[in-house]
């Protein structure tokens, strides 16, 4: 039984030294949508409570970024309106600060944070009003939601590759850990979908990103915001319809 092992092996030996040549097969993986959108055929992305950075109009960018996603990778019709005005009713559900017995007029509320934001979340289970909304754009999918983006900073050790050059001079890359303030930003969007029809909240969720720079470095914050958009698109996009993510693999010949 040993001896008639040998062959066997030696075969497989010969015939791994035989796949000497790769080559690359493109494949595409479906993911499923997160929500059924089969009863609408139009969606209205109407704005978003913002807080944060000032540097940006974030309510408007991101109304306008989805628009043009979805007119690119959804099979519904986006609807082309005015974004409605969220902001200023959010603000009507902040704490009115306390009237003092001063002359200097109170100072008004505003939304600063994500506390302002949580708090100002009321105004997306105002059914009626969602309804209302709906009635008026024929019943669509309504996108909507809470937008924090914020500058930040973060100290600590960063690993870097390094190159370092041998007595021969032969190159090398090496790892090393340098301590580095580092400065940026938080986007951190929550997105609601309302069912027009009725103005009943159908799905949400929340997404975080973060992008840091050495503290030299002077990234404008629009720049920022679109680079952190970018990687929140595909998740935002497969909660409405089904994305092809595409890939390859290599296989042995």
């Known amino acids: 039984m040993r001896a008639a092992r040998i062959p066997v092996s030696l075969l497989l030996v010969v015939a791994a030294s035989a796949c ?10 479906p993911i499923q949508a997160k929500l059924d959108v089969t009863p609408f055929s139009r969606v209205l992305v109407a704005g978003f409570v913002a807080a944060g950075s000032e540097d940006v109009d974030t309510n408007l960018e991101t109304v306008r970024l989805l628009r043009s996603q979805l007119r690119q990778k959804s099979s519904l019709k986006v609807i082309d309106s005015d ?13 009115q600060p306390a009237a003092e017995a001063t002359a200097e007029p109170a100072t008004p509320p505003a939304i600063t944070d ?23 754009f024929q019943g669509p999918l309504i ?3 809470t937008l924090l983006f ?16 041998d007595s021969f001079g032969r190159r090398r890359v090496v790892p090393v850990r340098t301590y580095m303030e580092r400065k ?6 929550k997105f609601i979908f309302i069912d027009g029809r009725t103005g009943a909240t159908l799905y949400s969720e929340t997404f975080r990103e973060e ?12 720049s920022s915001y679109f680079e952190l958009m970018d990687r929140l698109l595909p998740s935002f996009l497969t909660t409405l319809s089904t994305q092809k993510i595409r890939g390859s693999r290599v296989l042995l010949r």
């Open 211 to 222: 992008v840091l720079y050495n503290a030299e470095q002077s990234t404008p914050a629009l």
């Open 114 to 136: 994500e506390k302002d934001l949580d708090l100002a979340g009321r105004v997306f289970a105002d059914t009626d009003y969602w309804k209302k909304v709906g009635e008026e």
């Open 143 to 145: 996108v909507t939601g």
């Open 20 to 29: 000497t040549s790769f080559y690359e097969v493109p494949i595409e993986m």
């Open 184 to 189: 940026g930003f938080i986007l951190k969007p």
């Open 150 to 165: 914020q500058s930040h900073a973060r100290s600590g050790y960063v690993q870097r590759e390094q190159e370092v050059y």
């Open 83 to 95: 974004v409605l005005p969220l902001q200023e009713m959010a603000l009507r559900d902040l704490p």
